[in-house]
């Protein structure tokens, strides 16, 4: 059974950073993609970005070039790296995940908070 788990949530000021990584118990070169959602209270999944197989990437715009998604397939992990976080930035961070055959998978999910 695949299971996705996150790690490195937690509290941040404004204007600072925070890396949060995905470890996956099957590895992760078997997935086709994998990437990051995030969800307020209330509100909607919101799509953060991914990173593929071959290591491209994409971003939702929201984005601006301050977070960064990477891999590392010798530990089976997939991070995404956030920087110059604002309040609008404070959601509960999924990672998700495309295998071979479309299906998807998601993580628990890992808390970010960005203070004013």
């Known amino acids: 059974q695949v299971q996705l788990v996150e790690s490195g949530g937690g509290l941040v000021q404004s204007g600072g950073s925070l890396s949060v990584s995905c470890e996956s118990s099957?590895?992760?070169?078997?997935?086709?993609?994998m990437g990051w959602y995030r969800q307020v209270p209330g509100g909607e999944l919101e799509w953060v970005g991914l990173?593929?197989?071959?290591?491209?990437?994409k971003y939702e715009d929201f984005v601006k070039g301050r977070f960064i998604i990477d891999r590392d397939d010798a530990k089976g992990t997939v991070s995404l790296h956030m920087t110059d976080l604002t309040p609008d930035d404070t959601a509960v961070y999924y990672c998700?995940?495309?295998?071979?055959?479309?299906?998807?998978?998601w993580g628990q999910g890992t808390q970010v908070t960005v203070s004013s």
């Open positions: 998700h995940a495309v295998g071979k055959v479309g299906k998807p998978y």
């Open positions: 990173i593929t197989k071959e290591g491209f990437t």
């Open positions: 099957i590895g992760i070169s078997s997935f086709r993609s």
